[in-house]
């Protein structure tokens, strides 16, 4: 879907609200299932050995496999990525200050990414993935280098229980001084959602205090599971 | 449990996903008429020792009851009839992770030994999550006596009785961590292990000693409706009398 079309959809306050509570928001049905099949379909496409190699390298066994976007990407996602953080980077730079963080997020992507290459952080980090029965992602989080930006995108391109069972979205939340918390994150083929990157703040008695996020694909039990990473800030 | 199924098979393919993954879905235990009856009882006052509030301790959100001893029949022989299957593995577990305790053959004998070390407090429970209510990532320990397996029953029917409320295990090896999602239909029973594995596939890379695997469980959000469930841990719990409250064993 057209990227300003999709965000008119939603309402800014409604997922800041989302955001703040669960450090997640669902954006539920982001791509048709056109524009879902033509995507998974770059999976398919011949890679030579040395891409195959190095999305091999990446992956931990048992992780299945990973493609990223090296010759950029696609105009619909690209439109999307850019879409996205100028709608975004308002609510990032309110967490930076609920967290106490003294770094603010310019207004626009290219700004941002001028920032990215000045810290060295060169290595764009979206891409697809496909997840085949007993593959499975272990609980990560990108967030190298001094240019993070706080939210992330995750997406699924084809159906739970019709195409792949198991393959849950899984978040985990560190609270200081207390035990951590699981949270499962319910995507439908072609939704997607916001997700936090690394941290987020949570509204305590006294203040807001951070916590740590991580995320993680379980295992899928059946089938292939085949979705999509847009995170706005590059890796060093 | 009393149906024409073929346990022996069910249970080997339990043992297979114990040792890969420290859990195992146990498929249709109960009947939907017997969860049913059971989730019922949870508004009553009878029959339980206590009754505990998740926020209170910050375990979550949503609350449990601990049974008291006498359990309700089916429940003494379910725990029993688990057990059984379990000490086994238990003590394969725990042979394979170099540890030496090892459990008897029956509930009975272990529980014995449970009581006589001061923990006499009965520790299956039943829990009550409503739109909200989540249970953090946990281990249910209650002392120093532990058998290392325990089970989570489902009383509710996903979809109707409840949305969104998955079981979750993460597991903390030499690695990575990752986290595991239990889909359970109503009646479904998890067997899962209380606080680490051994690790299997790493012992078989060529490692001399198996390495262990901690595992934590906990309950995401249920977004709506309301889910029960039975919990049966085969240890009991020390009793008042010693200083620490059960809540304090539950640890991150």
Known sequence: MNAHAMIERFDAGVIAAQLDAEGYAALPNCFDPHEARALAKRLDAPRDAWHMAVSRARMEPGSGERLDFDDGLPPLLHAWREALYRWLAPMANRWQALCGLEQRFPAELAAFLDANRRAGQRRPQSHLSRLRAGDRLALHRHDEGEQVFPFQVVALLNAPQRDFAGGEFVMTEQRPRMQSRAMVVPLAAGDAAIIATAQRPVAGAHGHYRVKLKHAISRVRGGERIGLALLFHDAP | ?252
Not at chain 2, 42 to 67: C, L, P, Q, T
Not at chain 2, 157 to 168: I, L, N, Q
Request: hydrophobic share 40%; net charge positive; with cysteine.
């Open chain 2, 1 to 252: 449990m009393e149906r024409d199924t073929n346990w022996d098979a069910i249970w080997a393919d339990a043992a297979e996903s114990l040792d890969r993954h420290g859990n195992a879905v146990l498929p249709a235990v109960l009947r939907a008429g017997q969860c049913e009856r059971l989730a019922a009882r949870y508004a009553r006052d009878d029959g339980f020792r206590s009754r505990i509030v998740m926020a209170r301790h910050n375990f979550g959100r949503g609350e449990y009851k601990y049974f008291a001893y006498p359990l309700p029949p089916l429940l003494e022989r379910l725990r029993h009839a688990l057990y059984r299957r379990l000490a086994p593995i238990a003590n394969r577990w725990n042979r394979q992770m170099g540890l030496d305790a090892q459990y008897p053959a029956e509930l009975d004998a272990f529980l014995a030994r449970c009581h006589a070390a001061g923990q006499t407090r009965p520790t299956p429970l039943m829990l009550r999550y409503r739109a909200g209510d989540y249970n953090c990532l946990h281990q249910d320990r209650y002392g120093d006596h532990v058998f290392p397996l325990q089970v989570a029953i489902l009383l509710s029917a996903p979809g109707e009785d409840f949305t969104g409320g998955e079981f979750v295990m993460t597991e903390t090896g030499r690695r990575n961590q990752h986290a595991d999602v239990v889909a359970l239909g109503q009646g479904d029973a998890v067997v899962f292990a209380v606080d680490q594995r051994p690790d299997i596939a790493e012992a078989e890379r060529g490692r001399a000693r198996t390495p262990r695997v901690a595992m934590r469980h906990g309950v995401s959000v249920v977004r709506s409706g309301t889910r029960h469930t039975l919990g049966l841990i085969f240890h009991d719990a020390r009793g008042p009398a010693a200083s620490a409250p059960v809540s304090a064993w539950e640890t991150a």
